[in-house]
């Protein structure tokens, strides 16, 4: 097999940029520290929330979070450590989030274990990278803006895990996401770095990161996988390569207190703990088959992807959304801002630094 490419099926302008939409809401990159709180992005072609390049030492939380309309609600590329979502609200996205390793956004992988082999005061183990307590639901949108590889997100997940590490999902509410509500599964990329992964994994130029040490504890999901094909449902993951530290799915339930729909099945059986303990390799066919049917994505250079059990929405258009009404704002958004044209330097009131004035 060769490496992974994009293939759109209907539009041959479908992952070109596009000027419908800006690419981001809030974007962080090679930063470390600070809080997004009483935030709102919606419309955008990439990401809503975007935190990337901050590979173990991110130290930044986002908190009362809403993001919609969006191709991912949230995106994190090589971006770990101590990295809190909590208290937010991911709907009616492409796909609500995806945190991947990646070649781009330098330095890969994406590794939410502690600094200097710490423990969280959040999860009380090595892994610092914590998504808790949001309500991620109805992320179905074919029709957002959409450019680059954001497009390639799975249509109907609530959350995709592509290729990261030693992440904790906890307490969260994944809801009607018709697809799947969690998807933990590998990132194939091409050329160098490939720092953290393994070269060559799928052919040559390949560039593989297999997920391992995600925890998805303590969920609880309900009315995921409506599409209906082999593998839509509540959790679905699979790793090409064995050897690296399992993956663990433990306390996720539906409101009828059954346990969450899972493929491969009874994963909460074969993998309740995320001890260190060395996985086998699970390529997971009818999952593999779905997601890339599902995101339009090929494993085989100038093959169609493919659609194992029929087709999965597609884009027919772009629809923005106007804003809510009623939207809060900051009492002074220009506050300790650089003069722009939204900005004019007069509306500026930046007291002197202490010692100064």
Not at 21 to 26: D, I, P, R, S
Not at 239 to 250: I, L
Not at 269 to 297: I, K, M, R, W, Y
Request: aromatic share 8%; with cysteine.
């Amino acid at each position: 097999m060769g490496v992974l490419r994009l293939l759109p099926e209907h539009d041959e302008h479908f992952y070109e940029s596009e000027s419908t939409a800006a690419q981001y809401g809030l974007f962080s990159s090679n930063w470390s520290g600070g809080t997004w709180s009483q935030t709102y992005a919606s419309n955008f072609n990439d990401s809503g929330y975007y935190i990337g390049a901050c590979r173990q030492v991110c130290d930044q939380t986002i908190d009362q979070a809403h993001s919609e309309f969006n191709a991912l609600g949230y995106s994190g590329t090589n971006s770990g450590g101590y990295l809190v979502i909590k208290n937010s609200e991911f709907d009616r996205n492409e796909d609500g989030l995806d945190t991947n390793s990646q070649n781009a956004d330098y330095p890969p992988p994406q590794n939410g274990a502690c600094p200097n082999g710490k423990v969280s005061p959040i999860t009380h183990t090595q892994s610092c990278w914590v998504f808790m307590d949001n309500y991620v639901h109805d992320n179905n949108n074919p029709n957002v803006p959409s450019a680059g590889s954001a497009a390639a997100g799975p249509v109907g997940t609530g959350m995709s895990v592509s290729g990261g590490r030693n992440d904790t999902i906890v307490r969260n509410r994944f809801v009607r996401n018709d697809a799947w509500g969690i998807i933990v599964l590998p990132y194939l990329d091409s050329g160098p770095p490939c720092t953290g992964g393994t070269v060559g994994a799928l052919g040559p130029g390949s560039c593989l990161f297999d997920p391992f040490g995600v925890a998805v504890l303590s969920n609880t999901f309900a009315d995921n996988g409506s599409f209906g094909h082999p593998s839509n449902g509540d959790i679905a993951t699979l790793n090409f390569e064995g050897g690296h530290p399992t993956n663990c799915f433990r306390g996720n339930v539906d409101p009828s207190g059954a346990g969450a729909s899972t493929s491969p099945a009874a994963l909460e059986h074969t993998h309740p703990t995320c001890n260190g303990s060395s996985a086998a390799a699970n390529t997971n066919p009818p999952f593999l088959g779905e997601v890339l049917c599902d995101s339009q994505t090929s494993l085989v250079p100038g093959q169609a992807p493919p659609c194992p059990t029929g087709q999965y929405p597609r884009r027919t258009e772009v629809i923005m959304h106007p804003l809510p009404a009623g939207l809060p704002t900051m009492p002074n958004p220009c506050a300790q801002v650089p003069a722009n044209p939204w900005c004019p330097a007069h509306t500026r009131p930046v007291a002197p630094p202490s010692g100064l004035g």
